[in-house]
Structures are given as C-alpha cells and as structure tokens.
C-alpha cells in the first residue's frame, strides 16, 4: 500500500492524481459567462467517472486527491506531495502509468519539477506519468477537460511504440514533454503548450520523439525532491523600463536564497539593478538570468559579460529557472552534506543544458 495515497489496490492500474485547476472548476453561469469560475471545485473521482466509458477497455483506474486548488495557489509543499506520490507510484509495479490533472496556471511549474525529481525513474521503469489540465471549466459548453483527460490516460495506458517512459503533457489534442511546457496565451485552448515542439497525440512524430530521447539521453539522474519545509526561497524579478535598485536592495535584507532576473530581449538588466545585484552576490544569494520575453535561448555574457557566479537560464523561462534554482540550491546543500563538493550552478547546468525538442 502506498504511504502517501493509502491505496490498497492489488491490480495493474493506472493512478489519477487529482490537484485541482480549470479541469475540476465549476462556473457559477456557465451558458453566458463560462470564464467566470472557481478553480478545484469537483474531486477526481468524478472527473474520471465522466469519461470511464470511453477508457480502453480493460484499463483500471484508481484515483486519489492529492489537492484541489488554483494552480495559482501552488505551493512547495504541494510539489513536495505530488513528486514522492509520483516517485512511490513508479515503484509500485500495479502502477502501469500516472495521470496528473492540473491547473494550467502553474503547470509549467510542476512539468519541469518532475522532469528534474522523477523523469529519470520514469525511464527506466518504463512507465508515462501525463500532466493535464483544461481551460474551460467542467460545466461550460464545449468543456475541453474530458477530452484531454481521455488522451492522458490512453497514452499513460496504451502501449505506443517506441514512446518510451518519461514525464509528458497532453492539451487539445497535441502532446510534449512536461518539461516544455509554457502557457503563453490567457484563454487559447492549447495556451499551455504555445511555445513547446510538440505532437499530436496517437501520431507520435518520429523527429518529436528523437528529441525526447536525445533529453532522456541527456538526464542521468534525478534531483532530490526537496521535504516541504526545506525549499529555499527563490524569487523573480522582472526587468523594466523606469527599474529602481530598491526593487533588488529589499531583498538584502530577507532570507531569499536566490533571484530568477527576467531581463529584458535577450536577458539584460536595467542599469539601476547590476549594483544591488552585485552585493547580492556578494552576500551569498543565487542568481540566475532569463528573459522576460518567455521564449528563447539565454546565453552566458549576452549582452553583456556576466558578474562571477550569475547563471544564464538557458531555454529555461522565469517560472522554470525558479524551479529549476529551487533544486539545485537543495540538491547542492545536500550534496556538500555528503561530502561531495558540487555548487549550485553544477546542478542548475544539469537541467539548463538539456538539449531543446525543436
Ligand atoms: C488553475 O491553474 O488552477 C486555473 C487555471 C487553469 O486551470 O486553466
């Protein structure tokens, strides 16, 4: 039985992790005004006994809420909860696949978590966990979450060949690598997959899946996941026309242990910012450089040379590179407990220089 879902199931199936979002939201009219909802209302079980009569026959599905929530509202003891019911499920051999319905608010978020903490144990067990989610609520007309809940749990059950095991997202119709995603539209039915190579689900493309291989390739082992109270604090800062220091100075004087910059083109900081960001440094705190365009290569000293120590985000966007620095920062600390003398850049460098899915 799992310790965290208490599941006493004995036979092969697939696990529904309920966390709330759109999908499990309810408007309060839904006919005239669909977008004006709340978030995590109906629990899991009743999301999948929706579209149990479509499930592939002989496919058995046990759900458990793990939360009901805005993704807006995502916590790190949230992620601290799903990645070990995640990391236990992929060791649990009656556990053939995982489905994760989500917010797309921060799925981003959570995508790129179990990349980092779980995507090399869903390789080599051979097992899909799907992220996914819903951008209209569950009782508005043409209500999009019973269809990606479907294709979740047909690629998390079907055998497709050559698709190996690893950590997915599936929206409208079109899949990738939950790593990739970004919601880059506020409404458009595939908005959390607007910037991510992807593939249409049940066609998997072969140059698609080269990619995905060439990153599983490329991950050799998964980060710790962080206890819930032990997530350093990281938070992003936005670059602007009319920036002042003061914006960066506040935070020399908190516990934040580390800054995500979204610069602005490709990465750069007002000029009001390198000083404050200097003591920063100097003082201890991580930083690492992104772009607050959302899409893009950020690349060491351009466009300008890099302070020592400050890292470019690579193809990582803010809300990724946090999550990212998150757990290279808890992975670095746990490290050096070990005895081993790796620095939170080495880690950072494990997931920023993962090769990209054109
Ligand atoms: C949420 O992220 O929980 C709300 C928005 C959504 O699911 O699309």
Redesign the pocket.
Known sequence: MSSITGIPENSPHILVLGM????A?LAFNPEDSPLQYQ??QVGVEALVGHIQSAVPEGVKLVSYQLAN????NLTDAHLTALGTAVKEALLDPVVKGVVIT??????EETGLFLQATCGKLAQTQAKRVILT???LPSNAPGADGPSNLLDALRWASTAIDNCPGGIYAVMDGRGCMAMDLAKRHATALN?PLQNSPSSSVGLINPSWLSGVKAVQAAWNEDLPIPQENEWPWVEILTSHAGARAETVAQWLKSDVRGLVVAGSGLGGLHDAWVEPLDKAMAQGIALVRTTRTGAGRILPNIPEADASGCRAASALTAPRARIALQLALNAAKQANLAGKPLTWQDFFARIADLPEIR
């Open positions: 709330g979002g759109t999908i939201g978030a995590g929530i805005n993704s807006r989500h917010g797309t608010d921060t799925i989610g819903a951008m908005a």
